[in-house]
């Protein structure tokens, strides 16, 4: 067979293997190496790396969104109070029952527990127990300040007090006040409060 003849025989095998590649029904490109089951270039060419699931991997991740930061006050507190009878101001020419002038001081006076948790957002969560009764305490820190509720824990105790606590963050204390009140407003009390961290 004469050189020519030789080559077109070659060519002619070559375009068979191909063919028969073509219609063995796998799929075209870049075929995954047995070892490491990650796509192998062919022809020269080159494949993104991916991850086992076959997925393409990222070339960064997405950064979460700073969260915001927590308030000085967030925290847990306790401390003492110290109720004692307060004044009630009542305008000239104002009628009342004179509920008030009753009250000889000596009922609801005297130490108290209070405990509260300030959450990072400012809701306030607490209770208190000693002489004015059992209370639960809610509300909130806004702008610095410290501003809940007072409500007794069982409002159908004849001794039960309800009524406000304020204050503040003053260094590492938060310092405020206990106002309160029966439920027929013929006993009144205040007491300071100072609470620590626990």
């Given amino acids: 067979m004469t050189p020519g003849r030789l080559l077109v025989a070659f060519a002619a095998l070559a ?15 870049p075929k995954p190496d047995p070892h490491t089951g990650s796509p192998t270039s062919t022809a020269g060419g080159s494949s993104a790396p ?6 393409a991997t990222a070339s960064g991740s997405a950064s979460a969104a700073p969260a915001a930061p927590a308030l000085p ?29 009753k009250d000889d001081g000596t009922q609801a006076v005297g130490p108290g527990q209070v405990e509260l948790t300030v959450a990072p957002d400012g809701q306030v969560t607490g209770s208190a ?16 300040a410290l501003r809940l509720g007072v409500t007794a824990k069982d409002p159908r105790d004849p001794a039960a007090m309800s009524g406000i606590l304020t204050g503040s963050l003053k ?7 206990l106002q309160v009140a029966s439920s027929d407003a ?13």
Avoid: M, N
Avoid at 129 to 144: M, N, P, T
Avoid at 171 to 177: A, E, Q, W
């Fill in 50 to 55: 991916r991850t086992s699931a076959g997925v």
């Fill in 129 to 144: 127990s000693g002489a004015l009764g059992d209370q639960v305490i809610r509300g909130v820190v806004d702008g610095g």
């Fill in 15 to 29: 375009a068979l293997g191909h063919g028969l590649a073509a219609c063995s029904g796998e799929p075209a490109g």
């Fill in 73 to 101: 006050e967030a925290g847990a507190w306790q401390g003492t109070y110290q109720a004692e009878k307060d004044t009630v101001f009542v305008p000239e020419k104002v009628p009342y029952h004179g509920g008030w002038a």
């Fill in 171 to 177: 260094g590492d204390k938060l310092v405020g006040t």
């Fill in 186 to 198: 013929s006993l009144v009390r205040q007491a300071p409060v100072a609470l620590e961290r626990r």
